[in-house]
């Protein structure tokens, strides 16, 4: 396996750190006491000897997520953001302001008319049928 923060790679089975340029030769130390004889059920007993059978922990979970511990988010509504009409991700306004710049591809949108602005960001908000430049 390999750590999504630093990088390493590291046996999931003892946790030893394994080398990057060849992650599967510390496989033939590690899982030296396993013989090619032994069966796929012998290699569930020894899980269950080293970890547990772990019902409880099912169980547990089972429950919280009945109670409605395990909720969902919030929905979000158009008066606290849109969807970004170039990626579709979602921007929260800033204030009243309908102008946005989407935090994940940098293009400017209203929120208003949820239209992308190509040009001038000033030019969208001026003229007479013209999106209110805060609402």
Same mark, same amino acid.
């Given at each position: 396996?390999?750590?999504?923060?630093?990088?390493? !790679?590291?046996?999931?089975?003892?946790?030893?750190? &394994?080398?990057?340029?060849?992650?599967? /030769?510390?496989?033939?130390?590690?899982?030296?006491?396993?013989?090619?004889?032994?069966?796929?059920?012998? &290699?569930?007993?020894?899980?269950?000897?080293?970890?547990?059978? +772990?019902? $409880?922990?099912?169980?547990?979970?089972?429950?919280?997520?009945? $109670?409605?511990?395990?909720?969902?988010?919030?929905?979000?509504?158009?008066?606290?953001? /849109?969807?970004?009409?170039?990626?579709? +991700?979602?921007?929260?306004?800033?204030?009243?302001?309908?102008?946005?710049?989407?935090?994940?591809?940098? /293009?400017?949108?209203? !929120?208003?008319?949820?239209?992308?602005?190509?040009? /001038?960001?000033?030019? !969208?908000?001026?003229?007479?049928?013209?999106?209110?430049?805060?609402?």
């Amino acid at each position: 396996m390999r750590c999504v923060h630093c990088g390493t !790679h590291f046996c999931y089975r003892c946790g030893a750190r &394994m080398p990057g340029d060849d992650p599967y /030769s510390h496989f033939s130390l590690c899982l030296a006491g396993y013989d090619a004889a032994m069966n796929a059920d012998q &290699m569930l007993q020894d899980l269950r000897n080293q970890f547990g059978r +772990q019902e $409880e922990l099912f169980a547990l979970f089972n429950a919280r997520v009945g $109670e409605g511990t395990a909720t969902r988010a919030p929905k979000r509504t158009w008066e606290e953001g /849109s969807p970004c009409p170039t990626c579709r +991700q979602w921007n929260y306004r800033a204030g009243r302001a309908n102008h946005a710049r989407c935090h994940a591809c940098r /293009s400017s949108y209203c !929120h208003h008319c949820r239209q992308r602005i190509v040009g /001038s960001v000033p030019s !969208h908000y001026r003229g007479s049928d013209a999106c209110p430049q805060h609402s």
